[in-house]
């Protein structure tokens, strides 16, 4: 993929870990990626452990981690420490089962007021607008 001697640049780092320049610096001004050296007269180089840990990022954003729960999980990273990382997703879990009842809730809702409008063709006062205020 790449010649990890001589690493890659933050453009083809960008692609090659599937964000862009912008998502790199960010990561590196929020302390989850570090910024490499930069040799006298050169330019900044990057390598498969960059492109592993911004990997590592994106798939924890995927599954709901805030950035701040990533950097907590970025110092488990090692795998060694299981229970730890098992704390953080069961609060992730615990996160999500309660958005998922709002959002059930919403839906119920909702379709209820849905209904409701439909049901009252022509009727002056929208259900949908009148449960609004």
């Known amino acids: 993929m790449m010649n990890s001697q001589k690493g ?7 692609k ?5 320049v912008e998502t790199v610096r960010f990561y590196q001004r929020r302390g989850l990626l570090s910024e ?3 040799p006298y007269g050169g330019i900044r ?3 498969e452990v960059d492109v592993a840990r911004v990997r590592f990022v994106k798939s ?3 599954l709901g981690f805030s950035l701040d729960e990533i950097a907590e999980l970025l110092q488990l ?3 060694t420490h299981c229970s730890e990382a098992s704390v953080l997703a069961e609060h992730k879990l615990k996160d999500v089962r309660e958005k998922l009842a709002d959002l059930k809730r919403m839906e ?3 379709s209820q007021l849905v209904h409701a409008c439909h049901s009252k063709p022509g ?8 449960a609004l205020r």
Request: charged share 25%; net charge neutral; hydrophobic share 35%.
């Open 123 to 130: 009727h002056v006062s929208c259900p949908l607008i009148a």
């Open 77 to 79: 990273e090692d795998g």
């Open 108 to 110: 119920r809702t909702l």
């Open 36 to 38: 490499p050296d930069k």
């Open 8 to 14: 890659l640049t933050i453009g083809a780092f960008a």
């Open 16 to 20: 090659a870990s599937g964000v862009n």
């Open 45 to 47: 180089r990057y390598d």
């Open 60 to 62: 924890a954003q995927r």
